[in-house]
């Protein structure tokens, strides 16, 4: 694990130098003059709690994972149970199948984010220092995103299992490496980088530190809502262009 | 029990994955495309990081600090002014901002010692204690050399040589390449048992098995050998063509032990998947209960974060998790090259946890058999 060696490796040189420092004073008897001295601020976390800076950032993740998952199966249960016929025989236009399906699950992930920011903040201790409105309105969006997600792989899976799966894959791994839960998006390279760019987790994660950490309001954090004002349109046309109003 | 019928069962499983073709191709993405690009896109312990520089100063030595920051482990760094430095931290621009205060070089040469200020951004855990780390020691590295007016030759009395043993260059992609593997050995071996579990009994077909002259063994026997034999058979496949052939990460130890590592971790998550598969009634039930119990396996497992640093209850606990015991094994075997005299425990462990997960899947699972249809 070589971040673990990198921390020990650290540890290991600072417990050297201080330790020839402190043998330099006993030899030589005065403090060594003209050093640089590095005062190191730890921002927006000063006690540097790792709950304080995991909890704003597992939010985004639980709710880009769970609301796909159930709104992809939503749609694709109806296909292997048959039940989807309805669509098939019914006027109803592929839009309107899949705005229903999908307004039931925004509504449920709306309460899960009540249920996990009021969590974050009464049973984890985590201060939310900014507005409540601004990160509520990016998770609205947020969730709109992500639930839209699930529409566009419910389109080409055939199987629960699929979908689940695919879901699964889809999501969670863009949305743990490649959207600045671990490394910020700057520093990845290749495929990863593009992929955080325009992946609606990294700009939601940048929003719920914001609000939560660093005391940001949406005057401050509107450049990230717009990358998902942009993802939610893209995202529902291609579910609906990719949705088959017959089967083959 | 009669071995063709397990036989037949297990065949009949995986007859039904292939007619699945969008299935059959997630699995391959994740094993192969998902790997190489989670392995590759995981950056060096510090890679790029983006760090901005106030310099009050404008002398030759904090001309010299501002050129010491360069790719591949910094960004190079923005100059920027007081004002704006807080701005850019709080939209994420800037990970560092690295204050150089005014007669910053003249205290230096008089023999003063002189402060700098660095503001780290700490929401961003990792890359701000390694960074900071780093910064300390270019910065120092720096000032030394200015001092003395040429690069430093002479060394402290007592040096330190620090060795790196099984990865010299702390490769991000050899460690990250194994454990997103172990990672989607767990996660498709519980899916998969558990979900073909729960098709059977939405589209009613566990009705067929019943009046079939098979036992509930039987059926949960081959499942279980079906979609472990498929795991294993990708899983080996990636680490021999995508890890050890495209990203040429050298495996030390014997691929044979390792493959019997992964059957026995099978072993313990297909009967996982079963026992899931028992509880939910619905597949959006068993996704929802799946991410509650992968989560945590995954997490704690020891290959995100080191075992040693998670609080002791946690590490006992998990103990009971087959992950634990297979993510240890895989990195013995795997990098140190470790034989059997070293991971037997581990080989012990997963034994015991596996077959007590499958007595007590087969247990519900005869109950419940009965009621699926």
Do not use: C
Not at chain 1, 22 to 48: C, H, K, L, M, W
Not at chain 1, 220 to 235: G, Q
Not at chain 2, 64 to 77: C, E, G, H, S
Not at chain 2, 227 to 235: D, I, P, Q, R, T
């Amino acid at each position: 694990m070589p971040s673990r060696a990198e921390t020990v490796r650290g540890y290991v040189q600072g417990m050297h130098a201080h330790w020839l420092a402190a043998q330099a004073r006993q030899v030589f008897g005065s403090a060594v003059t003209g050093q640089v001295v590095i005062e190191t601020r730890f921002r927006y976390n000063p006690d540097v709690k790792s709950l304080v800076a995991m909890v704003p950032a597992v939010i985004p993740i639980l709710l880009m994972m769970i609301p796909s998952i159930l709104t992809a199966l939503s749609v694709v249960r109806e296909k292997e149970l048959g039940s989807i016929v309805n669509l098939y025989v019914t006027p109803t236009t592929r839009l309107e199948f899949l705005l229903g399906k999908q307004i039931s699950y925004i509504v449920l992930a709306m309460i899960n984010f009540v249920l996990l920011s009021v969590l974050a903040v009464f049973v984890f201790r985590v201060p939310l220092k900014g507005g409540f409105l601004t990160l509520a309105a990016a998770a609205l969006l947020y969730v709109i995103a992500t639930t839209a997600m699930g529409l566009v792989i419910s389109t080409f899976t055939r199987s629960q299992i699929a979908a689940l799966f695919g879901t699964a894959i889809l999501t969670l791994v863009p949305a743990m490496q490649f959207s600045g839960f671990i490394d910020p998006v700057s520093s990845l390279e290749g495929v990863g980088r593009v992929i955080g760019e325009i992946y609606p987790t990294t700009h939601f994660l940048t929003i719920a530190r914001g609000t939560f950490s660093k005391a940001l309001n949406f005057s401050d954090l509107h450049t990230s809502f717009l990358p998902l004002l942009i993802a939610v349109p893209v995202l529902i046309a291609l579910s609906a262009a990719l949705l088959k109003k017959q089967e083959k | 029990m009669h071995v063709s019928n397990v036989l037949h069962l297990g065949v009949k499983e995986l007859r039904s994955l292939m007619r699945d073709v969008v299935m059959v191709a997630l699995v391959i993405y994740s094993f192969t495309i998902s790997v190489y690009t989670s392995a590759t896109a995981r950056p060096e312990t510090l890679n790029k990081a983006p760090i901005a520089i106030i310099d009050e100063d404008r002398s030759p030595l904090s001309a010299r600090i501002v050129d010491a920051f360069y790719p591949p482990y910094f960004l190079p760094p923005k100059l920027i002014n007081q004002a704006d430095a807080d701005a850019r931290m709080d939209a994420g621009l800037d990970t560092f901002a690295l204050d150089i205060p005014l007669g910053f070089q003249r205290d230096l040469l008089a023999g003063r010692n002189a402060v700098v200020q660095l503001n780290v951004d700490a929401t961003r855990m990792s890359q701000a204690f390694t960074g900071s780390g780093y910064i300390q020691s270019i910065i120092n590295g720096e000032v030394n050399t200015f001092l003395q007016g040429y690069r430093a030759k002479d060394r402290p009395a007592v040096d330190l040589v620090l060795r790196a043993r099984f990865n010299p260059e702390l490769n991000q992609t050899w460690f990250g390449a194994v454990m997103q593997i172990i990672n989607s050995v767990t996660m498709l071996s519980i899916i998969l048992t558990g979900a073909a579990l729960i098709r059977e009994r939405e589209h009613g077909t566990v009705e067929h098995l019943l009046v079939m002259p098979v036992t509930p063994f039987e059926i949960m026997v081959s499942k279980i050998w079906a979609m472990a034999a498929l795991v294993l058979g990708v899983s080996l496949f990636s680490l021999l063509v995508i890890v050890r052939g495209l990203l040429a990460v050298p495996i030390e130890g014997s691929l044979p032990l390792f493959a019997v590592g992964t059957a026995l971790h099978l072993f313990a998550t297909t009967s996982l998947g079963i026992f899931l598969g028992t509880i939910a009634r619905s597949m959006p039930q068993f996704g929802l209960l799946m991410m509650l119990v992968l989560l945590p396996l995954q997490v704690l497992s020891g290959s995100a974060t080191p075992r040693e640093s998670m609080p002791e209850f946690v590490q006992f606990i998990m103990l009971a998790a087959p992950n634990t015991h297979f993510v240890i094994l895989a990195q013995a075997i795997l990098y140190r090259g470790a034989g059997l005299a070293v991971v037997w425990p581990q080989f012990i462990s997963l034994i015991l946890i596996g077959s007590a997960l499958f007595s007590f899947s087969l247990a519900r699972f005869r109950k419940t058999i009965g009621t699926m249809a």
